[in-house]
């Protein structure tokens, strides 16, 4: 497996890929609409940009009951049009909350070499919504009208994961009187924000929104992003920590110096990870 992704990253980089897509994680409660929104997201944004390409990873929590991701084409989202330019996987979450699994990261820094936007969608409170953020430059939080999302993100701390809201369903009549809602919850939970952090409200229905939400995708795949690579070190802490526990985090601050200055020597993640548990294995009695 490693050695397949070693060799898969080096190919990609001999032909001059560079792991640089902006990656937007798409995040809320089940059946909010977030498939629905990225299946007209995706369609109204490859039609806008003719050059642009899309990967889409779904984190799907009901799928190890199934089989799921082993199954490739087991998917609700099913965009009409796309091709070549749009990509989609879902992937069996670690958690039956939807949290994300150790190699979610892998596949989206996979994907981040092959397209220019990767959106990743995973269900839940909780967990995967605070992880989220340490795999996506910017968290879009998906609500749906009075599900009372606003006062169970409010108190599960999720309010202040996400850059932007997205109040979907507002062909519903309620969709008013949750925006209300939502925005009194943000006024209590973030008093510190400096601007507003912006609410879209969408119809994945109607199509009603999905313009100006097209518009801030974009904008962010034009803009500054951190970039998969920068988030390589996180990401080998929480493998050493799955793989190694405490022995392994200590070997890698103590002996290794931290996982950044590790991976800059080893030269790439899949060479600090062999070279990792060669040498924690070294430091055991025998
Ligand atoms: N009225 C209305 N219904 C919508 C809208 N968006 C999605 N739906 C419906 O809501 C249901 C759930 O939509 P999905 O797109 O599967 O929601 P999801 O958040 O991806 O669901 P999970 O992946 O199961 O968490 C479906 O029956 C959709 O047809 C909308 O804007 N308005
Ligand atoms: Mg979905």
Same mark, same amino acid.
């Given at each position: 497996m490693l050695e397949q992704r070693a060799a898969v990253v080096a190919e990609l980089e001999r032909r001059g890929?560079?792991?640089?897509a902006v990656v937007l994680g798409v995040t809320g409660t089940p059946g909010s609409g977030k498939s629905s929104l990225l299946a007209r997201l995706t369609t109204t944004m490859l039609e806008q940009r003719s050059h642009l390409s899309i990967g889409v990873v779904a984190v799907d929590p009901s799928s190890h009951l199934s089989g799921g991701s082993l199954l490739? /084409?087991?998917?609700?989202l099913r965009p009409s049009s796309g091709g070549a330019r749009l990509f989609f996987r879902s992937q069996a979450s670690a958690t039956e909350l939807g949290g994300l699994g150790p190699s979610s990261f892998q596949v989206c820094r996979l994907m981040a070499y092959l397209f220019d936007l990767v959106l990743v969608e995973t269900v839940g409170v909780g967990q995967s919504e605070a992880d989220i953020r340490h795999l996506a430059d910017q968290v879009y939080l998906v609500l749906a009208p009075l599900g009372g999302d606003e006062v169970q993100f409010l108190k599960a701390g999720i309010?202040?994961?996400?850059h932007a809201f997205v109040l979907n %369903?507002? /062909?519903?009549?309620?969709a008013q009187q949750s925006l209300h809602h939502l925005q009194n919850s943000l006024w209590l939970a973030r008093p510190f924000d400096e601007e507003p952090v912006p609410i879209y409200q969408t119809s994945a %229905?109607?199509?009603?929104g999905i313009a100006e939400l097209c518009d801030a995708m974009l904008a962010t795949v034009a803009g500054e992003h951190a970039g998969v690579k920068g988030r390589e070190p996180y990401f080998f802490v929480r493998w050493v920590k799955d793989e190694w526990g405490r022995v392994g985090a200590t070997h890698l601050e103590?002996?290794?110096?931290g996982a950044e200055s590790w991976l800059a020597s080893a030269g790439g993640f899949e060479r600090a990870q062999a070279e990792f548990t060669t040498t924690l294995v070294a430091t055991l009695p025998r």
């Open positions: 890929a560079q792991p640089d490739g /084409d087991r998917t609700r309010i202040e994961v996400p %369903k507002c /062909d519903e009549p309620s %229905k109607t199509g009603q103590q002996a290794l110096g």
